[in-house]
T-cell receptor, first 114, second 114 residues
Framework: AQSVSQHNHHVILSEAASLELGCNYSYGGTVNLFWYVQYPGQHLQLLLKYFSGDPLVKGIKGFEAEFIKSKFSFNLRKPSVQWSDTAEYFCAAGMNSGYSTLTFGKGTMLLVSP | DVKVTQSSRYLVKRTGEKVFLECVQDMDHENMFWYRQDPGLGLRLIYFSYDVKMKEKGDIPEGYSVSREKKERFSLILESASTNQTSMYLC?????????????FGSGTQLSVL
């Protein structure tokens, strides 16, 4: 069965610390990968996505993620977090085909203390 | 900007009631989705639709049904609400593609079943 696992349910960091959130997927075939973010009181929005090409993808607000096919991973990184990065982060994966749906991970709640 | 509007932000219903959750999108998207979001479980797909009158079961369709009579509107129906259906319900829409399309989410409906 297709699945997405996120390594940490809760992460607490101080401002300026570096961030890496782990995501592993279990899918057969070519896969599309996403990170979505939900800021407090706001709707889910796309942070970045990978579907082909350069395995290092850059998203909004200084986030980036690296697709490592051999490790079935798509970890999210940011060199220096800000208080405003406090949010819940969801990794998601889907097949690279029409009529594909996404499978989401359980989410990682990031709390950045000022 | 794409807008996905869910009719209610909060709903309180009693067990056994029939509940309708409405979702409207204004960008002529073919694809529409209903997820439920629970703490520690992430997002789970209930139903989705790739066209008017078309519907497909997601991962957890039991106890739910859907209706898509018009392209812009996708309704989730709880035939007989139960307490285990207390949750945050998220509607999303997207353009068709090869599984790499971005999902646009509504703000969610927090449903409490008493």
């Amino acid at each position: 069965a297709q699945s997405v696992s996120q390594h940490n349910h809760h992460v607490i960091l101080s401002e300026a610390a570096s961030l890496e959130l782990g995501c592993n997927y279990s899918y057969g075939g070519t896969v599309n990968l996403f990170w979505y973010v939900q800021y407090p009181g706001q709707h889910l929005q796309l942070l970045l996505k990978y579907f082909s090409g350069d395995p290092l993808v850059k998203g909004i607000k200084g986030f980036e993620a690296e697709f490592i096919k051999s490790k079935f991973s798509f970890n999210l990184r940011k060199p220096s977090v800000q208080w405003s990065d406090t949010a819940e982060y969801f990794c998601a994966a889907g097949m690279n085909s029409g009529y594909s749906t996404l499978t989401f991970g359980k989410g990682t709640m990031l709390l950045v203390s000022p | 900007d794409v807008k996905v509007t869910q009719s209610s932000r909060y709903l309180v219903k009693r067990t056994g009631e029939k509940v309708f959750l409405e979702c409207v999108q204004d960008m002529d998207h073919e694809n529409m989705f209903w997820y439920r979001q629970d703490p520690g479980l992430g997002l789970r797909l209930i139903y989705f639709s790739y066209d008017v009158k078309m519907k497909e079961k997601g991962d957890i369709p039991e106890g739910y049904s859907v209706s898509r009579e018009k392209k812009e509107r996708f309704s989730l129906i709880l035939e007989s609400a139960s307490t285990n259906q207390t949750s945050m319900y998220l509607c999303a829409s997207s353009y068709p593609g090869q599984g790499d399309e971005k999902l646009f989410f509504g703000s969610g409906t927090q449903l409490s079943v008493l």
